[in-house]
T-cell receptor, first 116, second 116 residues
Framework: AQKVTQAQTEISVVEKEDVTLDCVYE???????LFWYKQPPSGELVFLIRRNSFDEQNEISGRYSWNFQKSTSSFNFTITASQVVDSAVYFC?????????????FGKGTKLTVNP | DVKVTQSSRYLVKRTGEKVFLECVQDMDHENMFWYRQDPGLGLRLIYFSYDVKMKEKGDIPEGYSVSREKKERFSLILESASTNQTSMYLCASRENFGTSVSYEQYFGPGTRLTVT
């Protein structure tokens, strides 16, 4: 069965610090997709990135970067030079290509607080 | 930009009432989803719909039903609201599963339902 684990429940940093959010997943499929979403205090989940299982290239988008390692089943998210506006709950999620039930399985989320 | 809207941000209902939560998307997406989000439990899938008049049970369908009469609208119905259905309800839409499960889901702002 699919499973996504975000071991860090809450993280608190001071502005301008770098912070890494961990995500470990379990799947028996060889083709799958990983996602990160951001949920600010307003409540709406905002899509950040999608990565398929065949593409292990790391990705950078501004201050955000993602490290995908199949060998450790991890898809970690790093925010460089954090800002107060980064404060939110971040969710990692997994979707399998062959799964008959068609589900996006979410981790329980990591609450990030960036203090000024 | 994809736009997913939900009929109410906050809703208070009494035990036993029939409750309708409405979700509308403007991107002509075939797939739509209803989740509930609870502290410590993350996001759990209630129902999803591949297309008009099609529906599939998710992980926690008990006490809920859905309706999809038009492509852009997906309704969640609580037949007889109970206090354990107090939660945040999130709707999402996505391009057609038939082509790929890699597409991201786009979420609405959520409805915080309180059942007293």
């Amino acid at each position: 069965a699919q499973k996504v684990t975000q071991a860090q429940t809450e993280i608190s940093v001071v502005e301008k610090e770098d912070v890494t959010l961990d995500c470990v997943y379990e799947t028996r499929d060889t083709t799958y997709y990983l996602f990160w979403y951001k949920q600010p205090p307003s409540g709406e989940l905002v899509f950040l990135i999608r990565r398929n299982s065949f593409d292990e290239q790391n990705e950078i988008s501004g201050r955000y970067s993602w490290n995908f390692q199949k060998s450790t089943s991890s898809f970690n998210f790093t925010i460089t030079a954090s800002q107060v506006v980064d404060s939110a709950v971040y969710f990692c999620a997994l979707s399998e290509a062959q799964g008959g039930s068609e589900k996006l399985v979410f981790g329980k989320g990591t609450k990030l607080t960036v203090n000024p | 930009d994809v736009k997913v809207t939900q009929s109410s941000r906050y809703l208070v209902k009494r035990t036993g009432e029939k409750v309708f939560l409405e979700c509308v998307q403007d991107m002509d997406h075939e797939n739509m989803f209803w989740y509930r989000q609870d502290p410590g439990l993350g996001l759990r899938l209630i129902y999803f719909s591949y297309d008009v008049k099609m529906k599939e049970k998710g992980d926690i369908p008990e006490g809920y039903s859905v309706s999809r009469e038009k492509k852009e609208r997906f309704s969640l119905i609580l037949e007889s609201a109970s206090t354990n259905q107090t939660s945040m309800y999130l709707c999402a839409s996505r391009e057609n599963f038939g082509t790929s499960v890699s597409y991201e889901q786009y979420f609405g702002p959520g409805t915080r339902l309180t059942v007293t």
